[in-house]
């Protein structure tokens, strides 16, 4: 796997990580390192490009929790308790202002809906849409 970082200015400074290949129980570490290190570096807003990743695993997605989790720490201008992204996750009315992907292959996109993480991160077919939906938050 290769990962390819650039930061896009629409609204906010978004910065994407481009993967390169599968994210499965090889290579998630890698992939989740790269990632939370962004985050400690001051990334608000992360946009994961997976045009040319083929498959994401559950260890994939267990790995973007984590990120989901620690990009939603970080927002201390916009705290929400657990209990109310929960509830608004169950709603409907919650997507993460934080994390987003695009470009998800087939299957990738299926592992995704069946698994619920639709509920609180949003997808796009593309990168311009979504760095277009990035807003600053607060």
């Known amino acids: 796997m290769d990962i390819q970082v650039s930061t896009v200015h629409g609204r906010v400074p978004v910065t994407v990580l481009h993967v390169e290949g599968n994210v499965d129980s ?3 570490q890698q992939f989740q390192q790269k990632a939370e290190e962004l985050i400690d570096g001051g990334t ?9 990743s083929p498959f ?5 997605l267990r790995s973007l929790h984590q990120i989901f989790n620690k990009l939603r720490a970080k927002d201390t201008k916009n705290p929400i308790s657990e209990q109310d992204v929960r509830r ?16 998800l292959s087939k299957e990738t996109r299926t592992a995704f809906e069946l698994s619920g993480f639709d509920m609180f991160i949003e ?9 277009d939906s990035f807003e600053a938050a607060g």
């Open 26 to 28: 090889q290579t998630y």
């Open 44 to 52: 608000q807003y992360l946009l994961i490009d997976l045009s040319r």
């Open 56 to 60: 994401f695993s559950s260890a994939g």
């Open 88 to 103: 608004g996750i169950n709603a409907g009315t919650y997507k993460s202002p934080h994390l987003k992907l695009s470009n």
């Open 123 to 131: 997808t796009f077919k593309d990168q311009k849409s979504a760095i």
